[in-house]
């Protein structure tokens, strides 16, 4: 049996799916029921959110690698580089947000190199990337979440610990914490998985179901991070729980100590959330972006024994059904991009309108509020496969 990991936009019909043993849990995006592809069968597949399966070139009826390696690409060439945009909701602070981002992205790539050759944790430049960070989304939150969600598949190892504290301090900032707590909350994020880089890399990158055995391996990374960061002078217990607590789940059958909801920390609560939806919404080498309403979807069926109650409902008002940096389509056929949630409305964003309904730029490319009596209403997200355009060079996102 050859086995072959392809996206689900890349199924043809014909196609043998197996079932590769991974529980749903563990792989949430990977569907794994062994049989033939069918339109049907795919058709289910892609609306039920799945973003990868495994299938055996073998049995394959439909051509194997020929038809997943044949897909069209996700993004055309589209001209971005030339389009002017008007201001819109993340004008202001898109270029803060950028050049902030890119350096917390240098900063992830250097602390975690450093960490498996036994260098301490810069604290003092830790925090100083918090605090801008924290200042960033303080003046408008959807730049920095814009471009949690735009950033390089490739980068994914050094940005997710990025992502997560952005998340962070947006949902403690949502939630009112004192300043200082949404600080902790972001600086624990920062650092929530250092102990990865404790981790043998075959067991971290591997492009597939993990083993038992791999997965106890795993597992032990929250612990490493809290010991290697509690040598940092300077680091607070909060913090250090955040670290420590990350996996830790409300119904107690997290890791790695089992703890019950009120036992958490207040940090740990906060990144149980983030860190979950940063993962299944995030591209990673080996598999695509699940649409964030579908990811939130997911977990606010588990909200009752993962989250800690009310987190859910919340991070939902917060994030927005269409999170800022998300494509999407338009009653009347355009295409959009959203540049401001809204969480009184969390499916009513605003838009900046880039396509008409034949898919061709637009010459008038404008900002609406769906949310306005009268205007046009948001139909769906796009996934990447329906893009036509970069978004990340549309908006000079390096």
Do not use: C
């Amino acid at each position: 049996m050859t086995e072959k990991k392809i996206p689900t936009t890349q199924l043809v019909p014909g196609m043998f799916i197996i079932n590769s043993g991974a529980t749903w849990k563990d792989n949430p995006y990977l569907y794994s029921r062994e049989g033939v592809a069918t339109e049907a069968l795919i058709e289910k597949i892609l609306h039920d959110g799945y973003t990868e399966v495994v299938i055996d070139l073998d049995r394959d009826k439909a051509g194997g690698a020929g038809g997943a390696s044949g897909a069209k690409a996700r993004n055309e060439d589209f001209g971005e580089e030339d389009w002017v945009l008007p201001e819109h909701a993340m004008s202001a602070e898109w270029p803060t947000a950028n050049s902030v981002y890119m350096e917390a992205l240098d900063f992830s790539k250097a602390m975690l190199g450093g960490i498996r050759r036994g260098e301490k944790v810069d604290l003092h430049k830790g925090k100083a990337l918090v605090t801008s960070l924290l200042q960033s989304v303080t003046r408008n939150p959807d730049a920095l979440l814009a471009l949690a969600k735009l950033r390089d598949a490739d980068e994914y190892t050094y940005s997710h610990s990025i992502n997560v504290s952005v998340l962070a301090l947006a949902f403690a900032q949502h939630m009112n914490f004192p300043p200082s707590l949404q600080f902790e909350v972001g600086l624990s994020g920062l650092f929530h998985d250092l102990g990865k880089a404790l981790v043998p890399e075959e067991v971290l990158n591997a492009p597939r179901a993990l083993t038992e055995a791999e997965f106890a391996i795993l597992r032990k990374h929250p612990r490493l991070g809290y010991e290697y960061a509690k040598k940092t002078p300077g680091l607070t217990n909060e913090v250090l729980m955040g670290i420590y607590d990350h996996h830790e789940r409300f119904d107690g059958k997290g890791y790695p100590r089992s703890l019950p909801g009120d036992q958490i920390s207040h940090a740990g609560r906060v990144l149980a959330v983030v860190d979950v939806y940063d993962a299944l919404s995030s591209r990673h080498p080996y598999k695509q972006a699940m649409l964030p309403y579908k990811v939130l979807g997911i977990m606010y069926q588990m909200r009752s024994e993962d989250f800690f109650p009310g987190l859910m409902e919340n991070f939902i008002r917060m994030l927005g059904i269409y999170p800022a940096g998300s494509v999407v389509e338009i009653s009347g056929g355009g295409i959009g991009l959203v540049t401001a949630s809204n969480p009184q409305q969390p499916t009513k964003p605003k838009v900046l309108m880039l396509l008409d309904k034949e898919r061709k730029r637009l010459a008038d490319i404008r900002e609406i509020d769906t949310s306005l009596r009268d205007a046009p209403a948001v139909i769906r997200a796009l996934d990447e496969s329906e893009i036509h355009f970069n978004t990340a060079k549309l908006l000079n996102a390096k």
